[in-house]
Structure formats: C-alpha cells, structure tokens
C-alpha cells in the first residue's frame, strides 16, 4: 500500500514556466486536497476536491489549477511560475465521510523552487 | 472554523511526560479537536482526535476540559524521536460540509526533546 504519493519530490523552475506536481493515493479516498508550507510556517490549503469531477478553492488558490478526473489522481498545475510559488507542496487525502477517524494522509512533499 | 492557540516552543527531557497545551476558546459545540504532528519537513501525521471525552491510543492521549475551550496532548514517555512540530486543530464532523475537509494548520509548537 503506498498511500499518498507525490513527484517530483524536487523541482527548479525559471519565473514564468508552467509545471504540474503529481499526487496519486492508491486508498480510494474521496477527498483530496494540496498545501503550501513556507518555510517556518503552518500548512495554508490551495485547493481540494471532494470527489472526481469536484474541486473548490482554499484558503490561497490564486495561480494554481487543479482538476480531478479520476479518484486517485489530483495533479496541481502552476501556469506561470513566480519566486512567490516557493515553497513545499502537500498532497494529502481522507478517506469517505463516515469512515474511520476522518484523518487527513499526507504525501512526504515536493519541494519547488521558482528563480 | 475556530482558531487555536499553541506556544511556539517546548523542551522535553527524554523519558519524561510531554504536555502540550492548545487553547480553543471559540470552538463549537460540534467541533472535533484533532492533533497532528511534522517531523522535519516530513508530510504531517495523525495523532488523535477527540470531541468531549479524553482519548488514548498507542501514540498519546488528549485531555479535553470540560468546558473544551482548551486541550492537552500527552505524550507519557518522549523519545527523541517525538522532536517535531505539533499541531492542534478545530474541525467541524464529517460530512458537515465543504468546511469539515479544509483543515487551518496554524505555526504549532516546536517540541524538543532533551536527551
């Protein structure tokens, strides 16, 4: 079982080029959502879906798109890359409501650096 | 969602009693307390949750005061291994809606255990 996984777990890019940071969960978790960690500080969420074909934005979404086509997958897309957008990114998910105790399940994080 | 309240720092002397200490003043009748903890830059984990009653499972307990404006977590016996940040949360139950999966992860605080 390998959870929440995340790539890269690295990546350098220049101001203005576009990626995207790939999380896949292999639990069948409904819920799905992306962090930013700057350094020294708490986790702020961008995005999250609750389900394919649903996504909604958090607490800091501006310059990031996100879709959800399947269960598993919920790849996070930087357009137009800024120094801002460095920062460690988490992919985390939650199994269906009602089940177990509603915890969140992390990725181990993909640290991206814009010049 | 309710905002929480923790102290930046802590030392621990190895073998000893962890208590970390979150004030929730404004929390709701409804709202679950969750801890979660990040060892290094490390994705975070799941400690334990609770909502009226103290609960314990094989990594710490959580006391919550009766008029749950604040709680403890308690690691009875840190090791070195426990130096992390830790992280107490206010989330709305499952299934409450869009709120009850976006999670506010504030600074937390910085246990150090002392060997």
């Known amino acids: 079982n390998a959870g929440v996984t995340q790539t890269p777990k690295f990546q350098v890019l220049k101001t203005g080029q576009s990626m995207t940071l790939q999380c896949a969960q292999d639990?069948?978790?409904?819920?799905m959502s992306w962090y930013r960690q700057d350094p020294g500080m708490g986790l702020r969420l961008i995005h999250y879906?609750?389900?394919?074909?649903?996504?909604d934005q958090g607490e800091v979404p501006n310059g990031y798109n996100v879709s959800r086509s399947t269960t598993e997958d919920f790849p996070l897309r930087l357009l137009s890359a800024a120094p801002s957008q460095t920062s460690v990114y988490f992919c985390?998910?939650?199994?269906?409501?009602?089940?177990?105790?509603?915890?969140?399940?992390f990725g181990e994080g993909s640290r991206l650096t814009v010049l | 969602d309710a905002k929480t309240t923790q102290p930046p720092s802590m030392d621990c002397a190895e073998g000893r009693a962890a208590n970390l200490p979150c004030n929730h003043s404004?929390?709701?009748?409804?709202?679950?307390v969750y801890w979660y903890r990040q060892i290094h830059s490390q994705g975070p984990q799941y400690i334990i949750h609770?909502?009226?009653n103290n609960e314990t499972n094989e990594m710490a307990s959580l006391i919550i005061t009766e008029d749950r404006k604040s709680s403890t977590l308690i690691l009875p016996h840190a090791t070195l291994r426990d130096t992390a940040v830790y992280y107490c949360?206010?989330?709305?139950?499952?299934?409450?809606?869009?709120?009850?999966?976006?999670?506010?992860f504030g600074k937390g605080t910085k246990l150090s255990v002392i060997p």
């Open positions: 985390a998910s939650s199994p269906p409501s009602g089940r177990a105790t509603g915890e969140l399940f």
């Open positions: 639990m069948n978790h409904e819920y």
């Open positions: 879906s609750v389900g394919a074909g649903i996504t």
């Open positions: 404004t929390i709701s009748g409804n709202e679950y």
């Open positions: 609770g909502l009226k």
């Open positions: 949360i206010v989330r709305p139950p499952r299934g409450s809606g869009a709120g009850s999966y976006q999670l506010t």
